[in-house]
């Protein structure tokens, strides 16, 4: 039997509060690349880890976990990523198979073939896409946006986290879409990829702004038709003030709160009242049937490049802990990826 | 020319804070009981006159308001009523004609007669009902409701300020949808009428209720499909963490926020991403086509008692403040009607 190393990012113990790069431990264990007898698992390789924000939600203790269930310290994390399969006990799948869907941050993972999402068909692109633009957080853009968000030709934009993994795309097919498009990120490089790379009309460091009531006056002076929510709290505060009448309010995440044991009051509510919003929470889990349509529609555009995709590149599974704690701090420029092996 | 005594119940100033009595003012006019030559308006004699929360809104100074404009110091409010026309200027009407739509509270009305929204066709039910049940709140409970809320039968319906004007039509209209329904309001004697005379499976006090999130779970293990929210605030926060997966919350009103100079703070939005919850404002304003339908709907089963409708009438013009200023310590019981005369 091969039995060979197996590097693991594993969970030292709950977090609470912002996560720190030492509530996660780098073991090595080994693993025998050989499927089990009689078993229907798949033994993966794992090439490309995706660091996901809400990873951080399943670090906390809690009760009634509603996504997948949280991790369990000692245990590795889980998360998406792109992997090659190693051996299979699924028909559905063989050896040489790129896959990509839910899996261990370690180097080799035998897992059930139910968390295997999607076989891999086009490799013309950058395997880390399907991480990225071609992974979970191109789905999210694409249902928020277009299915949750139901935007209209020449319709007024606003997208937080703008510069992420998931908001540089709501803004590219926001203009795809013929739509006027402002994102706020957390620094000026970050805003000067906005404008001169990603095609955004303004965008602005929302750690500059004093008055974001103001600031978003400035860029809708006749008011917000979607904003894209990424982040929550005072961000979604100020924009209540600036929806216009019939205005959607894709609800993709809250970033901003998932480090905070008391999250922040949203104070302006009412606002979707007398302007007859519709704010609408939305998991991507529900819109992988999309998937090909989706494909369809984004593949000749990368292809083309219509549309743009930047990455932030981790490289090795030892590197996974800081890659991963620095999306609460606006460290990632660009989907943040980890590198675990290249092929 | 007749001229008459014409009572009016006028603002005295701006509000700010919780509306007091000496906030308005009780003026004797006068007017003339003619069309002025050439006139296009109408010349009403208002019956009945509703007592709504938004007109507390109405007080504020502000910029920009975006629904009616706002009232002005010196003048008279409006609001909804019953009226019977005097003398018309617009062959749409006749003198005699009882209509319902916006009018101004005091006795005799000159108003432009697009402020009218409908002919009362039907007096077999009391003529008081047109500000309510088959007035602007019976619109509301209907479309925001069946439109917004988007019921399923045997679905679990939580509904706020349950007793109203709109509330008790929301609880009884989701009865007849086989939904199971559970009512708040604020006294010992509102909880009775809600079990026992309008048909909610269960009702609680919310004020002596210490913790809202336990008491919401206790009325609903497995959760919250419909909220009707009328009142925002603390209860809307507690409701947050008790939705279901695919509950929606139509934002009907929120009265509790509307006399604060700084809105209380939500903070469990980010339940509305996990159980992908959609929560819509909406106005009655932009249903009123449906008022043709609803009637239809609505009137039979008033006429076979299978909907009940609790009005609580105040007697007077002079009586209009009391009766408004009560909508917000909860001093009505049902609907809070204000006769300005019975015919
Ligand atoms: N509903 C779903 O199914 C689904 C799926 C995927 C992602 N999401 C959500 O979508 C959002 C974006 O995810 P992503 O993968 O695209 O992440 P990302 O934007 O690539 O990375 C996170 C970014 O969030 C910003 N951020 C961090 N803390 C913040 C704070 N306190 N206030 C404002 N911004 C802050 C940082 O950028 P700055 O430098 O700009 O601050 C950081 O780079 C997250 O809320 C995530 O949970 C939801
Ligand atoms: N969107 C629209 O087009 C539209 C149309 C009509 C009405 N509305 C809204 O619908 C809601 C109900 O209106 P309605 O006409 O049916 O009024 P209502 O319920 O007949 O009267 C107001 C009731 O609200 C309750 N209340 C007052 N202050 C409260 C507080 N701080 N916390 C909790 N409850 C409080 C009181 O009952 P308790 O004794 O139970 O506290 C009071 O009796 C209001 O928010 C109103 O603005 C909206």
Not at 13 to 36: A, C, H, Q, R, W
Not at 139 to 152: H, I, L, N, R
Request: aromatic share 12%; with cysteine.
């Amino acid at each position: 039997m091969t039995e060979v190393r197996n590097k693991q990012v594993v969970l030292r113990d709950y977090v609470s509060g912002f996560p720190k790069e030492s509530d996660m431990n780098i073991v090595e264990g080994t693993i025998t690349l050989k499927l089990p007898e009689g078993s229907d698992e798949v033994l993966l390789k794992n090439l490309y880890l995706s660091c996901d924000p809400y990873m951080r939600i399943l670090m906390t203790k809690v009760e009634d976990p509603d996504f997948f269930s949280n991790y369990k310290p000692g245990s590795p994390l889980t998360g998406y990523g792109v992997s090659k399969v190693v051996e299979s006990g699924d028909p559905d799948y063989k050896k040489g198979d790129l896959v990509w869907g839910i899996t261990k941050w370690e180097e080799f993972s035998l897992i059930p073939s139910s968390l295997i999402l999607f076989k891999i068909e086009h490799t013309d692109v950058p395997l880390s896409y399907y991480t990225g633009i071609l992974g979970m957080p191109g789905v999210t853009a694409y249902a928020g946006f277009f299915e949750v968000g139901s935007p209209k030709k020449g319709e007024n934009v606003f997208v937080s986290a703008a510069s992420g993994a998931v908001g540089q795309l709501v803004g590219q097919f926001a203009k795809l879409n013929d739509c006027y498009v402002v994102g706020s990120a957390g620094s000026k490089d970050k805003v000067d990829l906005l404008k001169n790379k990603l095609g955004f009309d303004e965008a602005f460091n929302y750690k500059e702004e004093t008055d974001l009531n103001a600031t978003l006056k400035r860029y809708f002076p006749e008011g917000i038709d979607i904003y894209f929510e990424n982040v929550g709290g005072k961000t979604l505060d100020a924009v209540l003030l600036n929806m216009r009448v019939h205005g959607r309010i894709p609800i993709c995440g809250m970033i901003s709160q998932y480090n905070l044991t008391q999250p922040e009051g949203v104070t302006n509510l009412a606002n979707l009242i007398f302007k007859r919003v519709r704010m609408e929470g939305f998991m991507v889990t529900e819109y992988y049937h999309l998937y090909p349509k989706f494909l369809e529609f984004v593949l000749p555009h990368i292809r083309e490049g219509k549309i743009v995709y930047v990455e932030d590149i981790a490289e090795g599974l030892e590197n996974g802990p800081t890659a991963l704690v620095g999306l609460f701090s606006g460290r990632n420029v660009g989907k943040q990826v980890l590198v675990v092996a290249r092929d």
